[in-house]
């Protein structure tokens, strides 16, 4: 069914919206408010007016529009006109079988709208729990990351979805490598920081210094003893004593010509003592002491020039190259004082041997504190060469880093999008389900469909159609022509007068408008197609008792409540109803309930009004906001109308206000009007009252006076006047007194 009817931009609507339509629709409008537009959409006009309005649906089965307007009468009122099927002559069992797999149909419709609106629940739970996650990774991951890491979410980073649905992909394609937050950071700051350039490598030339250094502490002489000749006999007392180097550095202080001791000062010195002496520290010792003097010097000129290399290797004032390394310079530093304390502790132990060359020592070696500063450098260069192969591969080691980024957000938050993708899973199944079960109850309702109109087939027949037409016509006092099925064209008919005579050019407006409705009736019970004899329909009715005479009228208003009653019980195709009229009896008639209810769950009014070429729609809900006969009566007045309508609104008026009070009208008061035409009309309107007739008086002639309706309207306002009452005359008509 029709939810709403949705009016935009076309005259004479801005925008109005006929909203919360229920099974049957009342709206009442005067002419030329744009009750047609309306009835023109629903039926489907191709104008271009109409492109920016819509109708919205209850479910997505949408029955077929019929119309009954203006342009229904004019296409459908000709000598020949389209038959139209009907349930027919089939057998009892053939008619009941069709009515169950109609049932059938019916029921499998409302399963499938009842799996509709599940998919739809489902839907919206779907979309919930997307937006529910995707609000909590924006939060918990972008927003938490994009200070260090923003180009790797770019294109992402203005829209929560977009970067939920590249977080979901990425977590199934697992491109990427997971990696510490600190390592990330710092390829961050050097990979999308702009243009990168080449840093040196921190150059340590000192192996060659290293290795001799080497050499010099495996030398054999620190582990020896260095004394003097053993074969001179004061050998022994100098070994004795253990002071060879005492003896030796005495030597230094021993004048060649004299013959005092210096160490005891007495003359004891001889040239025999001599001679022994300068026997025991022969050419091997002195080759000695100077081989440990040579190597001492050597040692501490080396350490020299490798602390040198090592200061000038080490970039202290290149702030880019100590960056990208990441150079600590203060360990470094210690390392180097560590450095400093071993060679300073080895030339300690090599002065004692050289002081002392009969002492054994151990020289240490600055080995390892060289090789502590070598890792640090070696680190060091290890970091610079992975920023110069960045720098070779800068684009491709982006498009790495951002991946590697993703990777290692979506490990950190692993366990939330594992919950949310299990989640969705699970929604998506059931989701699927429903579908699934839903698409399979469609197949069978089109199999139910199809058929039904191949039993339709079976079934139908243009009769039927004729038959319930012309006893409608003679039921309601139309016997001077019939409807008769056409002889040169199966399933079409004509209209013929009672001695065969073609009716076509002969008909009164009135005939042929109630001939066109109960046509277009008939056509609401079956289709001119017999393919469609089933299909579920949407009645609109726009002013359907135009040109017809009153009696008439109250015929077409019990056509259309039946109809009402059979669409609140279920019965029939037809599933809605629209109603348009802008005759305030026809609306009272049509819209009448049940003499007990005011209102009904099934029903809705609305009005149309028109202000300064603008429509507007107003809904006034279940109430029928033209509430009582009496207002009716007025509101038809003020709107004008044909002769006969206004005469017998005025009668009624006159009946039912007079009759109320008690008041009495004679010739009296008709003396009071002054020209025949309007005494005339007065007596007219009095007869109706005394007389107690709804009958039209044939013998008035009043229909002579081209002004009629304006005199009816003065005399009827002259007898409010006579009788004093003009003040609710002006209530009524709605003048300000």
Same mark, same amino acid.
């Given at each position: 069914?029709?939810?709403?009817?949705?009016?935009?931009?076309?005259?004479?609507?801005?925008?109005?919206?006929?909203?919360?339509?229920?099974?049957?629709?009342?709206?009442?409008?005067?002419?030329?408010?744009?009750?047609?537009?309306?009835?023109?959409?629903?039926?489907?006009?191709?104008?271009?007016?109409?492109?920016?309005?819509?109708?919205?649906?209850?479910?997505?089965?949408?029955?077929?529009?019929?119309?009954?307007?203006?342009?229904?009468?004019?296409?459908?009122?000709?000598?020949?006109?389209?038959?139209?099927?009907?349930?027919?002559?089939?057998?009892?069992?053939? /008619?009941?079988?069709?009515?169950?797999?109609?049932?059938?149909?019916?029921?499998?419709?409302?399963? /499938?709208? #009842?799996?509709?609106?599940?998919?739809?629940?489902?839907?919206?739970?779907?979309?919930?729990?997307?937006?529910?996650?995707?609000?909590?990774?924006?939060?918990?991951?972008?927003?938490?990351?994009?200070?260090?890491?923003?180009?790797?979410?770019?294109?992402?980073?203005?829209?929560?979805?977009?970067?939920?649905?590249?977080?979901?992909?990425?977590?199934?394609?697992?491109?990427?490598?997971?990696?510490?937050?600190?390592?990330?950071?710092?390829?961050?700051?050097?990979?999308?920081?702009?243009?990168?350039?080449?840093?040196?490598?921190?150059?340590?030339?000192?192996?060659?210094?290293?290795?001799?250094?080497?050499?010099?502490?495996?030398?054999?002489?620190?582990?020896?003893?260095?004394?003097?000749?053993?074969?001179?006999?004061?050998?022994?007392? &100098?070994?004795?004593?253990?002071?060879?180097?005492?003896?030796?550095?005495?030597?230094?202080?021993?004048?060649?010509?004299?013959?005092?001791?210096?160490?005891?000062?007495?003359?004891?010195?001889?040239?025999?003592?001599?001679?022994?002496?300068?026997?025991?520290?022969?050419?091997?010792?002195?080759?000695?002491?100077?081989?440990?003097?040579?190597?001492?010097?050597?040692?501490?000129?080396?350490?020299?020039?490798?602390?040198?290399?090592?200061?000038?290797?080490?970039?202290?004032?290149?702030?880019?190259?100590?960056?990208?390394?990441?150079?600590?310079?203060?360990?470094?530093?210690?390392?180097?004082?560590?450095?400093?304390?071993?060679?300073?502790?080895?030339?300690?132990?090599?002065?004692?041997?050289?002081?002392?060359?009969?002492?054994?020592?151990?020289?240490?070696? /600055?080995?390892?504190?060289?090789?502590?500063?070598?890792?640090? &450098?070696?680190?060091?260069?290890?970091?610079?060469?992975?920023?110069?192969?960045?720098?070779?591969?800068?684009?491709?080691?982006?498009?790495?880093?951002?991946?590697?980024?993703?990777?290692?957000?979506?490990?950190?938050?692993?366990?939330?999008?594992?919950?949310?993708?299990?989640?969705?899973?699970?929604?998506?199944?059931?989701?699927?389900?429903?579908?699934?079960?839903?698409?399979?109850?469609?197949?069978?309702?089109?199999?139910?469909?199809?058929?039904?109109?191949?039993?339709?087939?079976?079934?139908?027949?243009?009769?039927?159609?004729?038959?319930?037409?012309?006893?409608?016509?003679?039921?309601?006092?139309?016997?001077?022509?019939?409807?008769?099925?056409?002889?040169?064209?199966?399933?079409?008919?004509?209209?013929?007068?009672?001695?065969?005579?073609?009716?076509? #050019?002969?008909?009164?407006?009135?005939?042929?408008?109630?001939?066109?409705?109960?046509?277009?009736?008939?056509?609401?019970?079956?289709?001119?197609?017999?393919?469609?004899?089933?299909?579920?329909?949407?009645?609109?009715?726009?002013?359907?008792?135009?040109?017809?005479?009153?009696?008439?009228?109250?015929?077409?208003?019990?056509?259309?409540?039946?109809?009402?009653?059979?669409?609140?019980?279920?019965?029939?195709?037809?599933?809605?109803?629209?109603?348009?009229?802008?005759?305030?009896?026809?609306?009272?008639?049509?819209?009448?309930?049940?003499?007990?209810?005011?209102?009904?769950?099934?029903?809705?009014?609305?009005?149309?009004?028109?202000?300064?070429?603008?429509?507007?729609?107003?809904?006034?809900?279940?109430?029928?906001?033209?509430?009582?006969?009496?207002?009716?009566?007025?509101?038809?007045?003020?709107?004008?109308?044909?002769?006969?309508?206004?005469?017998?609104?005025?009668?009624?008026?006159?009946?039912?206000?007079?009759?109320?009070?008690? #008041?009495?009208?004679?010739?009296?008061?008709?003396?009071?009007?002054?020209?025949?035409?309007?005494?005339?009309?007065?007596?007219?309107?009095?007869?109706?009252?005394?007389?107690?007739?709804?009958?039209?008086?044939?013998?008035?002639?009043?229909?002579?006076?081209?002004?009629?309706?304006?005199?009816?309207?003065?005399?009827?306002?002259?007898?409010?006047?006579?009788?004093?009452?003009?003040?609710?005359?002006?209530?009524?008509?709605?003048?300000?007194?």
């Amino acid at each position: 069914m029709i939810k709403s009817i949705n009016l935009k931009n076309c005259t004479p609507y801005n925008c109005a919206e006929i909203t919360d339509c229920k099974s049957i629709n009342f709206i009442f409008g005067s002419n030329g408010s744009g009750k047609s537009t309306v009835s023109s959409f629903l039926a489907g006009a191709s104008d271009v007016r109409y492109s920016e309005s819509s109708i919205d649906w209850y479910s997505e089965n949408h029955e077929t529009i019929c119309v009954y307007n203006k342009n229904f009468r004019k296409e459908n009122f000709k000598q020949t006109i389209p038959g139209v099927f009907t349930l027919g002559n089939g057998t009892i069992e053939d /008619i009941e079988n069709l009515e169950k797999l109609k049932a059938d149909h019916g029921d499998l419709l409302k399963e /499938i709208a #009842g799996l509709s609106g599940s998919l739809d629940k489902k839907e919206e739970e779907i979309a919930n729990r997307n937006q529910k996650f995707a609000e909590d990774v924006w939060r918990g991951i972008l927003k938490k990351y994009e200070a260090d890491f923003q180009k790797a979410f770019d294109g992402f980073r203005g829209n929560k979805e977009k970067f939920r649905f590249e977080l979901e992909r990425r977590f199934t394609e697992k491109a990427g490598n997971v990696c510490v937050f600190d390592d990330l950071k710092k390829r961050a700051k050097a990979l999308y920081s702009g243009k990168m350039s080449k840093c040196p490598s921190i150059a340590l030339e000192i192996d060659d210094f290293c290795k001799r250094i080497i050499e010099i502490k495996n030398d054999p002489i620190w582990s020896v003893s260095i004394i003097g000749n053993d074969d001179v006999d004061i050998a022994a007392l &100098i070994k004795k004593f253990d002071n060879s180097s005492w003896v030796n550095q005495g030597l230094k202080y021993l004048d060649e010509n004299s013959s005092v001791c210096p160490f005891c000062q007495q003359e004891t010195i001889t040239n025999d003592f001599r001679k022994k002496i300068e026997e025991f520290f022969n050419e091997e010792y002195s080759n000695n002491v100077a081989k440990i003097n040579n190597l001492k010097q050597e040692y501490i000129e080396l350490c020299n020039k490798i602390k040198a290399v090592i200061g000038d290797s080490v970039p202290y004032g290149e702030p880019t190259t100590s960056e990208v390394s990441g150079l600590d310079f203060e360990d470094f530093q210690n390392k180097l004082l560590l450095l400093q304390s071993a060679i300073e502790k080895d030339s300690s132990e090599i002065s004692k041997k050289i002081n002392n060359p009969e002492t054994k020592i151990e020289i240490v070696g /600055i080995g390892d504190e060289i090789d502590r500063l070598k890792a640090i &450098i070696c680190e060091a260069n290890e970091r610079i060469d992975k920023h110069n192969l960045l720098v070779d591969n800068q684009k491709a080691e982006e498009e790495q880093l951002t991946n590697d980024i993703w990777a290692s957000c979506i490990h950190w938050n692993e366990s939330i999008i594992k919950r949310f993708l299990e989640d969705s899973c699970d929604l998506k199944k059931g989701f699927e389900g429903i579908k699934k079960a839903r698409d399979e109850k469609r197949k069978k309702a089109l199999e139910l469909e199809n058929l039904i109109v191949e039993k339709g087939k079976s079934i139908t027949s243009v009769q039927p159609t004729v038959d319930e037409i012309n006893r409608s016509l003679k039921a309601y006092g139309f016997d001077s022509f019939s409807i008769q099925k056409a002889g040169t064209e199966d399933n079409y008919y004509c209209i013929k007068r009672k001695d065969g005579s073609p009716a076509e #050019g002969t008909l009164s407006e009135g005939e042929e408008t109630f001939l066109t409705f109960l046509y277009f009736m008939q056509m609401t019970k079956g289709s001119s197609d017999p393919e469609h004899v089933s299909d579920e329909k949407i009645i609109v009715l726009d002013d359907p008792i135009s040109s017809l005479d009153s009696n008439i009228l109250y015929v077409v208003g019990a056509l259309v409540k039946n109809l009402t009653k059979d669409i609140k019980k279920g019965i029939g195709n037809v599933k809605q109803l629209f109603v348009l009229t802008h005759n305030v009896f026809f609306h009272k008639e049509a819209s009448f309930i049940d003499g007990r209810s005011k209102e009904c769950d099934d029903v809705n009014y609305w009005i149309i009004r028109k202000d300064e070429g603008i429509s507007t729609i107003k809904s006034y809900g279940r109430k029928n906001p033209i509430s009582t006969s009496y207002q009716l009566l007025w509101a038809e007045l003020k709107e004008g109308g044909s002769l006969i309508t206004i005469q017998n609104t005025m009668r009624r008026i006159i009946e039912n206000y007079f009759g109320i009070i008690g #008041g009495r009208l004679d010739e009296k008061l008709i003396d009071g009007f002054e020209t025949i035409e309007e005494k005339t009309i007065a007596r007219s309107l009095l007869y109706w009252i005394n007389d107690g007739s709804h009958s039209i008086p044939d013998d008035l002639y009043i229909d002579s006076f081209t002004d009629a309706v304006p005199k009816y309207k003065s005399v009827f306002k002259e007898l409010f006047v006579r009788s004093n009452h003009l003040a609710h005359y002006n209530m009524m008509m709605g003048i300000d007194d």
